[in-house]
């Protein structure tokens, strides 16, 4: 051993010691921390400091699945007393189904896809960690929180508990001065922002793991990571970090901060989806809108009297369904309702897909006169729309003037306006359809 780290013995429980954090240092996994050692401090601190994650209040969320579809008048009851119950982020996901019940009783397809949202939208609901330990590089000092480490210290000997805090914090330690000993300090010193946070968090996370895999200390670290996302909790994207070799990669271009979030979390859609909530300063935004295209679809899928086809953004009517019957074949994708996000904007449109003589039906149907003054010359060679684009709402036109979600009812008659003509284009082509 090298050198012995700086205890400060105020506030020190009993059955820690000097002795005890020189062996721990001694146990660090990456190479040898005692050189490092004499240059840090350790003080231990009663007081209790809290970190918040999330973007929204329970009451906000709440809001925000209230406006995810129109309540019916048998389930509106069912719904707001399950809502009345729901006080955290994890009761809000426990009861998505249920909710999920309350807002499309009568579809599967709808059921599920409403469920997934409100889970979108309980992933960015606000929660609250005690802050077990901190480094500060200015003082070269580990602070450990006594009273916080000894809170949370389940299934664990208070000593274990002390020597995983104490790894995750000597692993800061040990990263900026790599970092500040190669020369390459410049982002580690100076950023402030979430990419350097995601970074050096989820490094230290899964540092903490392995070392607690290696010295026996049971721990629910992976359990955390898999619940959160990255972009909202700095730690889960330890998550992402499949193996020893890529940590090891990760960290040692960690002095590109930019270039190690990238390497991070760029493998996958998943990991992608993070990065760029990341980087793009991420408010909620995504889940946002989604809930609002999610909310018009299934409000113009229920006033058009239609159902879900072949996806979430997908429906037909029983008219359309019936007229492919009538000549022995599925409906498919062959004709079908589209609402969608198209820059900013939530659309409506009729589509129809098929080469000549792919379907009987479809031949009958364009050979029809009639038929003929629905379809503009936006066309492919297998596929053209039947009824024109209809913009239903801008997502701009949801919020009010500081910037937040309206409640579903106050844009409602806004859509209905709207609406409107693709219904009476709508009812056209199906009184058409009636009579082939």
């Known amino acids: 051993m090298n050198g012995k780290i700086n205890v400060n013995p105020k506030n020190m429980p009993p059955y820690l010691s000097e002795q005890l954090f020189d062996r721990w240092v001694d146990n660090f996994l990456l190479g040898n921390a005692s050189t490092l ?135 800061h330690a040990y990263h900026f001065f790599y970092l500040h000993g190669g020369g390459k300090d410049g982002d580690i010193l100076c950023r402030t922002d979430e990419t350097k946070r995601v970074v050096l968090e989820s490094l230290a996370s899964y540092y903490e793991a392995e070392y607690c895999k290696t010295y026996r200390i049971p721990t ?32 040692k271009i960690s002095s590109d901060l930019d270039g190690a979030l990238r390497t991070l979390l760029c493998k996958d859609e998943e990991g992608r989806e993070q990065f760029y909530k990341i980087k793009n300063g991420y408010q909620g935004g995504i889940c946002e809108k989604k809930a609002s295209v999610a909310s018009v679809t299934e409000y113009c899928r229920a006033s058009l009297g239609a159902e879900f086809s072949t996806g979430p953004k997908y429906f037909i009517t029983k008219k359309m369904r ?17 609402c969608q996000e198209e820059d900013g904007k939530i659309a409506l449109f009729l589509d129809i897909k098929g080469t000549q003589r792919s379907s009987a039906a479809l031949d009958l149907l364009c050979s029809d006169s009639g038929f003929r003054v629905f379809c503009p010359k936006e066309r492919t060679a297998d596929s ?24 579903f009812s106050a844009v409602v008659s806004m859509i209905d306006a709207n609406l409107q003509p693709f219904r009476d284009k709508l009812f056209e082509l199906e009184t058409l359809l009636d009579t082939l």
């Open 37 to 171: 050692a004499p240059q840090l401090h350790v003080v231990f601190s009663p007081k209790e400091k809290k970190d918040v994650y999330g973007i929204l209040s329970p009451e906000e969320a709440k809001e925000r699945i209230g406006a995810l579809a129109p309540l019916r008048e048998g389930t509106k009851k069912d719904f707001e007393g399950i809502l009345s119950t729901i006080e955290t982020k994890e009761d809000l996901l426990e009861m998505a189904g249920c909710l999920a019940r309350c807002l499309a009783p009568e579809n599967e397809n709808e059921r599920e896809a409403i469920s997934e949202r409100i889970k979108e939208i309980a992933a960015i609901v606000k929660f609250c960690v005690l802050r077990l330990g901190e480094y500060c590089h200015g003082k070269r000092e580990i602070v450990l929180y006594t009273n916080s480490i000894l809170r949370t210290c389940y299934g664990k000997t208070n000593e274990q508990a002390f020597e995983e805090v104490f790894a995750h914090e000597l692993f």
């Open 220 to 251: 629910d670290l992976a359990r955390l990571w898999k619940r959160e996302e990255a972009a909202i909790y700095p730690y889960a994207g330890a998550k992402y970090i499949d193996s020893s070799a890529k940590f090891e990669e990760i960290f």
């Open 322 to 338: 019936e007229f492919f019957a009538r000549h022995g074949e599925e409906i498919g994708d062959k004709m079908r309702i589209v």
């Open 384 to 407: 053209f729309r039947a009824i024109r684009r209809t913009i239903v709402i801008g997502l701009d036109e949801w919020k009010n003037a500081a910037g937040a979600p309206r409640p």
